[in-house]
T-cell receptor, first 116, second 112 residues
Framework: GAVVSQHPSWVICKSGTSVKIECRSLDFQATTMFWYRQFPKQSLMLMATSNEGSKATYEQGVEKDKFLINHASLTLSTLTVTSAHPEDSSFYIC????????????FGEGSRLTVL | GNSVTQMEGPVTLSEEAFLTINCTYTATGYPSLFWYVQYPGEGLQLLLKATKADDKGSNKGFEATYRKETTSFHLEKGSVQVSDSAVYFCALNIQGAQKLVFGQGTRLTINP
């Protein structure tokens, strides 16, 4: 299947700093990318949907000024956690779907953020 | 609303044991149902799916049947292997939509 890669796979930062997580589709063009957040022992919660070249659509309760999403190209979407705080510590996962095909979603391996 | 409830883990079995991971759902409309698997250090991968009632999804020896009357999609495998150790997620979407609603995941460990 298609490959989606996230970077970094884990990151530790100080409170108040911003952190950027990248999601790349390596062998297909991703028209739509999704960002999820996963708390320990809980399900993946959809944060936002991004389409290449347009603004992301955020789920209810997700602060768009806190979690900046950019989908500037068909192979790259970024999630920036601005002014991170310890409660933002979580596992962030992206998924992507491409043009045509079956609409199947392909997932990245996830990025673990720890805010001190 | 739409939600998925999975059997709580972790689940630990011996090799060649029979596996069942329960999954029930609530949904408005007519959902498609999925099982995803996440092996250590990797992203989620689609394991199997079913798009309508009474459909059976199967892959790699795993099976799940879409039961509308019990709103369930339990995952089963007759004889598990050590390589099946992973986290399993049940999920749904409303047909035509790409947004997935996930269960909390069940960690499965198979001992030799």
């Amino acid at each position: 299947g298609a490959v989606v890669s996230q970077h970094p796979s884990w990151v530790i930062c100080k409170s108040g700093t911003s952190v950027k997580i990248e999601c790349r589709s390596l062998d297909f063009q991703a028209t739509t990318m999704f960002w999820y957040r996963q708390f320990p022992k809980q399900s993946l919660m959809l944060m936002a949907t991004s389409n290449e070249g347009s603004k992301a659509t955020y789920e209810q309760g997700v602060e768009k000024d806190k979690f900046l999403i950019n989908h500037a190209s068909l192979t790259l979407s970024t999630l920036t956690v601005t002014s991170a705080h310890p409660e933002d510590s979580s596992f962030y996962i992206c998924s992507a779907t491409g043009q045509g095909g079956t609409g199947e979603l392909f997932f990245g391996e996830g990025s673990r953020l720890t805010v001190l | 609303g739409n939600s998925v409830t999975q059997m709580e883990g972790p689940v630990t079995l011996s090799e060649e044991a029979f596996l069942t991971i329960n999954c029930t759902y609530t949904a408005t409309g007519y959902p498609s149902l999925f099982w995803y698997v996440q092996y250590p250090g990797e992203g989620l991968q689609l394991l199997l799916k079913a798009t309508k009632a009474d459909d059976k999804g199967s892959n790699k020896g795993f099976e799940a049947t879409y039961r509308k009357e019990t709103t369930s999609f339990h995952l089963e495998k007759g004889s598990v292997q050590v390589s099946d150790s992973a986290v399993y997620f049940c999920a749904l979407n409303i047909q035509g939509a790409q947004k997935l609603v996930f269960g909390q995941g069940t960690r499965l460990t198979i001992n030799p």
